[in-house]
């Protein structure tokens, strides 16, 4: 309170709101000036906490409350000569304005498409550097708007948006706004979109955008016609339980639109997906992303080769998260077949087999670690240990995390030579693995970890 203006002061006071002992009080150190963020919230915050500390909450009128609140905006507005980042009120703040106010030099603006239409304009005279904008699109724009648009068209360049709309609302004129900014953009986030907008998306290049993010109900098939040369991260994520999007859509993406510069893949598709269309995902992924970093895939027990291969491709992996893919090429199993049912020769071959095994059983173990890795039957691997063990030799040094979901049933001797394998390697470093899934059990797994975490 005591870097209140004088005026300020003078009118708090008369209204009862502050005592008369700090109005010959000045600040011991300006801090103000050195603000660089205000918002609605934070000051709301500020003004709430100053009655509940000063005031009996029946004593306080909303009427003192108002007046509160907008000499507090005042102080900001008029003393934060630092201010970079401003997120819009919900009252005209240019009535607060002086002649050297600090929102002229704002970067980083978050407003809503209900706010005024002529607080836009006003800043769009004042602030021509903004370069970051957030809006939450909670109500339709006209086709003539004037205010939003003018500000966004009027600024020098706009690296970044974020859009965030409420009950589907597409604006159409704000996208036409924000195309004035296509060869500057490096950012676009939109939440909550029913569709993408056309007139922003459609036969559009972005030559200088390095990141895309999306969460949306369902139309993704705008994002065909558009470039990204660019393109560092991609993230679509689908604000539904009912994920109706196929893979191949994402594979001509990547492959068509990106020039190889992807860095980040986080996407959403059901895990029923058709298994030629994964094949396809992997190999794109392996053939023109050698710099993946941060990736999302999924595979089951057909696409582990293909696997081996991505890993041994991308050497910069340092996130991978692999989901299991339900197989769509499943064949009929006779529910009749059983050992019974074997020719004699069948059996012979079988009693061979497990007098074998019984054999193996038998003898002395060279290690203890050899006795827990023997495969199931004579050189036969299951699939999950096959799939551990690609992972664990394939991946690169730089890989920290990993997450795996799915019904995969590792028994405790994969878990084991998964992370022997690992220690194996010269320059193992300590990574994060997250398992996910219905089939091991959770003792097993943290049992596992927690013996391997702490060598």
Partial sequence: ???????????????????????????????????????????????????????????????HRDLLFEEIWKMFLNQCHSLKSITLPNIKIMNYLGEDNSVKNIRKLKCSTESDSSLFLYLSQICQNISKIIIIQNKNLEENEIGLNTLIESQEKIEEIKIESFMNIENISLAKALRKHINSLQSITLKNFNSLPSSLFQNTEFPNLKILKIKLINDLKILDSIKLPNLEILEILNNS???????DLYSKLISTITNGNLKKINIEVSNDQCLDDLKEFIEIITNCCNKMEYLTLWVNDKLIDNLEKLLINCKNLKHLTLNKATDLDWELVDDEFSVENL????????????????????S?????????????????????????????????????EIIIRGDWNFTRKDLVKFFETLKEKDSFKPLKLQIVNNKTSIETINDVCKKYSEE
């Fill in 1 to 63: 309170m005591l870097c209140l203006s004088d005026y300020s002061k003078q009118v708090l006071n008369i209204n009862g709101i502050i005592s008369s002992t700090i109005l010959s009080q000045p600040p011991k150190f300006n801090y103000i000036s050195y603000i660089e963020y205000i918002s609605q919230d934070i000051i709301t915050k500020f003004v709430n906490n100053y009655i509940t500390i000063n005031f009996e909450e029946d004593t306080f009128s909303s009427m």
């Fill in 241 to 247: 339980i009912l994920i109706d999007q196929t893979i």
């Fill in 364 to 400: 002395e173990p060279s290690s203890w670690l050899e006795f827990l890795t023997k495969s199931v039957g004579i050189g036969v691997q299951t699939s999950e240990f096959k799939f551990l063990s690609i992972l664990a030799t394939n991946s690169s040094n730089n890989l920290s």
């Fill in 343 to 362: 020719d004699d020769e069948t059996k012979s071959v079988n009693n061979v087999l497990n007098q074998s095994i019984e054999k193996r059983k038998t």
